[in-house]
């Protein structure tokens, strides 16, 4: 089949490349989705110029320009809702009814830093040298480097691109070249919702040309980065010498706590949402389930059939519940780390195995692993992957303290019916995010999202808090 190359969005003008990539079906390992071209070093750099040159003009301009083209942004998505939709699905694998929910949701982004565009606010007031005053404003930043992984192909570049733009910052978006699809329709309705050229620019490319480019930039102001701990902290550790700001959104082994005292079947509708759902593929996703030892026998056994009647399968079929692994690098890591749980001694109680379909596809059956330790690789590291472990405690004492012995602190959650217990969770669970009885994973866009240790790097994103990135704050001191 012929494929019209999808080029890349460098200051106002398609521009191909002789590098290109096959955007190709996890699901269905003969659809290609499409081909994409593969920015270079050089077109990178032409990006990161032509944003350098809009933003002087962009971060001036009246904010309800702003806000009107982010509006118009956030209405075209949301009237696409459903072909974006079925795009994300066939592109990343999460289930249909799942990839429209996360379109919605990046429609809702635009729509809100829209509004915010409007909302940008600073104080005065009497300086301590009479007959002068201090005003406080927010600035844009210049240009943004915005770096995003594929396991929410458009939501999470909508969490980055509407705030940059919104205080009048210009972005060059390098999204996962694993999922440019959601990436290109994106650039291609911001192309068309009244930015002028070089206010965003999209570079599809690998990390080592492209991504690298951003990052060491001098015109590059400052980077959202969300992916992997080891390429976060690369990234984090190289815009710090250069002094940009920084922000990194990076892994995550977050600890679901289930008390004695938990609904027993909302505990475990909570633990598989947050486990397995988008096939255990993101950062917040529940992967070790800590359970007091009153509830634990009842929580595996019922939770184990649950698992097990999961529908996996194509991820446009109306049916599936867990779609495919997004490639193969991800499913052969995946089966590593059940190999690994199997050999450290922890037991398999269902799934791990790979699922045979019609069609060619990453499949696997969720796994579920009983008897394991916190000290166990697959409860330290991060498998990214359909997979959790369940860890057996005594009390709430030594469940908060395992929920807390881990490198990462991005979620937690805890099911329980007790004040007392959800109240200390909140206070001492040392995370950005805590969820009570609700799953780890699934935020609101109006809340400020980010976490701790080895998970996050820098100010927040999403909602308000989003400002504290994409904006810097300026000190006038003023005498009439
Ligand atoms: C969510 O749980 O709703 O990469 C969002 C990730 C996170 C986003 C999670 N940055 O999985």
Request: proline share 4%; charged share 20%; with cysteine.
């Amino acid at each position: 089949m012929n494929f019209e190359l999808k080029k890349n969005y460098i200051d106002g003008e398609w521009i191909g490349s002789s590098q290109t990539i096959n955007n190709v079906s996890p699901s269905d390992l003969d659809d290609v989705v499409g081909v994409y071209a593969l920015a270079t070093t050089s077109q990178a750099e032409v990006a990161i110029d032509a944003a350098y040159r809009a933003f002087p003009h962009w971060s001036t301009v009246s904010p309800e320009v702003r806000a009107d083209a982010l509006d118009r942004v956030g209405s075209e998505i949301f009237a696409r809702r459903d072909e974006l939709g079925t795009l994300l699905a066939r592109e990343e694998g999460k289930p249909k009814a799942e990839a429209i929910g996360e379109v919605i949701r990046a429609a809702r982004l635009f729509k809100f830093f829209a509004g915010e565009a409007l909302r940008v606010s600073g104080e005065a007031f009497p300086s301590i040298r009479a007959g002068s005053e201090v005003v406080i404003s927010r600035v844009a930043e210049g240009v943004v480097g915005i770096i995003t992984p594929w396991n929410f192909p458009i939501a999470i570049p909508a969490w980055k691109i509407a705030p940059a733009l919104a205080y009048g910052n210009t972005v060059v978006f390098k999204p996962s070249e694993f999922v440019p699809g959601c990436a290109w329709e994106l650039a291609s309705i911001i192309s068309r919702a009244g930015f002028p050229p070089g206010v965003f620019n999209l570079v599809v490319g690998t990390g080592a040309e492209v991504g690298s480019t951003i990052v060491t930039s001098e015109k590059v102001r400052a980077v959202s980065f969300t992916g992997s701990t080891k390429t976060g902290r690369q990234i984090a550790a190289q815009c710090v010498i250069r002094g940009a700001k920084v922000q990194t959104e990076m892994g995550g082994k977050n600890p679901l706590v289930i008390l004695d005292d938990a609904n027993l079947d909302e505990a475990v509708e909570v633990a598989i949402n947050g486990a397995f759902y988008s096939t255990g593929q993101r950062c917040t996703a529940s992967s070790r389930l800590i359970v007091t030892k009153g509830i634990h026998d009842r929580f595996v056994e019922l939770l184990s059939d649950r698992v097990q009647q999961l529908r996996v399968g194509h991820a446009l079929e109306a049916e599936t519940q867990i779609g495919p692994v997004v490639n193969e690098m991800q499913y052969e890591q995946d089966l590593e780390y059940v190999r690994i749980g199997i050999s450290e001694g922890a037991s398999l109680i269902c799934g791990g195995k790979p699922v045979v379909q019609p069609k060619r596809g990453y499949y696997l059956a969720p796994a579920l692993f009983a008897n394991s330790k916190n000290s166990m690789r697959i409860n330290r590291e991060e498998i990214f992957g359909p997979i959790a472990g369940v860890i057996q405690v005594t009390d709430y004492e030594e469940a908060l303290h395992v929920a807390n012995d881990t490198d990462f602190g991005l979620s937690s959650g805890i099911c329980t019916t007790s004040l007392k217990y959800s109240s200390d969770f909140r206070l001492r669970s040392k995370v950005g995010m805590v969820m009570v009885n609700l799953p780890t994973a699934g935020v609101d866009y109006n809340a400020p999202f980010g976490g701790s240790k080895g998970s996050s790097y820098g100010a927040r994103e999403q909602g308000i808090y989003a400002r504290e990135f994409y904006t810097s704050i300026r000190t006038a001191y003023i005498k009439g």
